[in-house]
């Protein structure tokens, strides 16, 4: 799945959020709107700041074990993305030195590796190409495989990624986002 983030009410030019899934050594990017037995997506636009939240529900038995995403061209006519990764959540630095814009991100899981963006063919690939590169994308990975305390019948697990423009309302930790995304309908 490849979403455009700045499709997603972001300051142009914002940058490329994928999505992809592996079943043991096997990986692909998702394709727009493709589904995948046992995960669902819903996005939803963020109401205190330029940005969006995405919930990725999993039932008991999904298709696949793993979910990859990645991210990066924020400045598609140059290969100058700089990324401060802290834990779960990360900060793109892009532009001019002068016009230098940010975009913040919270993951699912500190599992964030700075990757080479011109190995991307698979999620998995870009996953283990390693750090040296002149086109510096982040990759992660979160594991689909539901938890072994899990009883048939239990509710799904949720994973949330979330982009933004920090501002005065608008600076998140992942504790936050399911609570979030609950009440982006009741507004």
């Known amino acids: 799945m490849l979403i455009d983030a700045q499709a997603q009410a972001l300051t142009p030019p914002a940058g490329t959020f994928r999505l992809g899934i592996s079943k043991g050594n096997e990986s692909h990017w998702l394709k727009p709107k493709e589904k995948i037995q046992g995960v669902s997506f819903q996005w939803k636009a963020l109401p205190d700041s330029r940005g969006f939240i995405l919930e990725v529900e999993v039932a008991s038995a999904p298709e696949a074990d793993a979910l990859f995403w990645s991210f990066g061209d924020c400045q598609p006519d ?30 699912p899981t500190d599992d964030i590796r700075l990757s080479d963006g011109h190995k991307d063919a698979t999620p998995l690939m870009l996953y283990e190409s390693g750090k040296r590169t002149d086109r510096p994308v982040l990759a992660g990975r979160c594991s689909l495989s539901p938890a072994s305390s899990r009883n048939e019948g239990s509710k799904p697990s949720r994973l949330y990624f979330c982009f933004y423009e920090q501002n005065e309302k ?9 609570d979030i995304f609950a009440k982006i309908d009741k507004k």
């Not at 608008?170 to 399911?178: E, Q, R, S, T």
């Open 78 to 107: 140059s290969d100058i993305n700089v990324f401060s990764v802290e834990g779960q959540a990360f900060t793109c630095y892009y532009g001019e030195s002068m016009q230098l814009r940010t975009l913040q991100a919270v993951t």
């Open 170 to 178: 608008a600076d998140y930790n992942y504790y936050m986002l399911p």
